[in-house]
């Protein structure tokens, strides 16, 4: 039998929190109703708390996460979820 990857249901986003969050607000809510996940939006990388699993799609904020030394858990769909050590 394959090996089947673990299901993250609590995590922060990290994404850029510019114009309006309408969508984003409203999938994040569908997450905690629908799913029972737990999500935070965090707009910078000094918010982020030690062992805090984030998940992170946009390139410039992939790039600054890897250069404070963070580890990648997992990607897909060019995100990926990391964790602060």
């Known amino acids: 039998m394959g090996k089947t990857k673990p299901q993250y249901t ?26 029972g996940f737990k999500l935070r939006y965090i707009s910078s990388v000094s918010n982020i708390k030690d062992e805090e699993l984030i998940l992170v799609c946009e390139s410039d904020k992939i790039d600054s996460l890897n250069a404070t030394g963070m580890s990648i858990i997992d990607s897909w769909n060019g995100c990926n979820l990391m964790i602060k050590k």
């Open 10 to 35: 609590s995590y922060s986003i990290l994404k850029s929190l510019k114009g309006s969050n309408d969508q984003m607000l409203f999938y994040k809510r569908a997450a905690e109703i629908n799913k």
